[in-house]
C-alpha cells in the first residue's frame, strides 16, 4: 500500500533514506559528474527516496536529542558516500593504466585536464576513462548502480549502520591489488611491443652508432604506441567488463563492511 501521509515520525525516516541515496548520487560514477545538473541530482534522489520509502523496512530509531538525530543522519551519509566510492574508485584502473602507457611511449608529459578527477591526466588515461564510461552507460551498468544502493536498505538497517572499518580497510587493500593487476594487463601489449622496440634500438645502436637513436626512438616508440592502441581497440569491451566486475565486487565488499 502507498501511503504517503505527512507525519514527523514519516518525514525523519524519508530524510534518513534521502540522505544515503543523495551521498551516493554525489559521488557514484556518472552520476556526479560535474556535468550533470546538480538540479537533476536533487530531482533524481528525491523521486528514488519517495519509492524506496514505502518499500524499505523502518527499524525504530535509537536518539533523544537533535545531536543524536544529526549523528543518524551523518552515519546515513556516511553509508551513502561509502558506497558510491566503491563504484567511483574502480575508474582508477584505466586511469593508472593509461598513465604508465603514455610513460612507456613517450606522452607522458602530454597532458589535459580532466575535469570529474580535478586535476590533469595523460592523453591514453582521458581516452579510456571517457570510453569506459560511455561503455557503462551503453552496457545499463548505471542501473546496476541504482539497485545496489536501493537494495542496500535490505542489508544495511535504515539509521543503524555498523561500520566494520578493518573490513573497509581488507576492501580498501584488495582493491589496490586488484588495481595494479589489471592495469598492468592493459598495459602488457604496449609494454611488450616497447621492449622489442627496446631491443631493436640497442641493436641499431651496436650496429649505426653513428645514428643518434634517442631522436629516433622518441618518434618510434610513439608511432608503435599509435599502432598498439589502434590494434588492441577491440579489447576495450573486455577491459570494460573487467572495471565493471571490479566495481561489483567492491560495493559488495564495501557493504558487507557496514553491516
Known amino acids: 500500500m502507498v501511503s504517503y501521509a505527512f507525519t514527523l515520525e514519516n518525514f525523519e525516516y524519508w530524510l534518513l533514506i534521502l540522505v544515503r541515496i543523495s551521498s551516493f548520487m554525489f559521488i557514484a560514477p556518472f552520476f556526479g559528474q560535474s556535468a550533470v545538473p546538480n538540479q537533476l541530482k536533487i530531482g533524481f534522489s528525491v523521486f528514488i527516496s519517495l519509492i524506496i520509502y514505502n518499500v524499505a523496512a523502518r527499524p525504530e530509531l535509537n536518539y533523544e536529542?537533535?545531536?543524536?538525530?544529526?549523528?543518524?543522519?551523518?552515519?546515513?551519509?556516511?553509508?551513502?558516500?561509502?558506497?558510491?566510492?566503491?563504484?567511483n574508485i574502480c575508474n582508477s584502473i584505466v586511469l593508472f593504466a593509461g598513465n604508465i602507457i603514455d610513460m612507456d611511449i613517450g606522452l607522458s608529459m602530454a597532458t589535459e585536464f580532466n575535469p570529474e578527477m580535478g586535476t590533469e591526466m595523460t592523453l591514453t588515461g582521458n581516452l579510456y576513462y571517457y570510453l569506459v564510461l560511455l561503455l557503462l552507460t551503453a552496457s545499463n551498468m548505471h542501473q546496476y548502480l541504482i539497485r545496489a544502493v536501493c537494495d542496500s536498505f535490505t542489508v544495511i538497517p535504515i539509521g543503524n549502520p555498523n561500520f566494520n572499518w578493518e573490513?573497509?580497510?581488507?576492501?580498501?587493500?584488495?582493491?589496490?591489488?586488484?588495481?595494479?593487476?589489471?592495469?598492468?594487463?592493459?598495459?602488457?601489449?604496449?609494454?611488450?611491443?616497447?621492449?622489442?622496440?627496446?631491443?631493436?634500438?640497442?641493436?641499431?645502436?651496436?650496429?649505426?652508432?653513428?645514428?643518434?637513436?634517442?631522436?629516433?626512438?622518441?618518434q618510434l616508440k610513439i608511432l608503435v604506441g599509435y599502432v598498439v592502441l589502434f590494434l588492441t581497440f577491440f579489447l576495450l569491451p573486455e577491459v570494460a567488463e573487467m572495471v565493471f566486475d571490479e566495481i561489483k565486487t567492491m560495493v559488495v565488499l564495501f557493504a558487507e563492511g557496514m553491516y
Open 167 to 218: 573490513h573497509l580497510a581488507g576492501a580498501m587493500t584488495r582493491y589496490m591489488g586488484d588495481m595494479f593487476v589489471l592495469g598492468f594487463r592493459i598495459f602488457l601489449p604496449f609494454f611488450a611491443c616497447i621492449m622489442i622496440l627496446n631491443c631493436v634500438l640497442g641493436i641499431m645502436a651496436k650496429v649505426a652508432p653513428q645514428m643518434n637513436m634517442f631522436a629516433v626512438g622518441m
Open 65 to 87: 536529542s537533535v545531536v543524536g538525530y544529526a549523528v543518524v543522519v551523518l552515519c546515513e551519509g556516511i553509508t551513502g558516500l561509502l558506497i558510491g566510492l566503491a563504484a
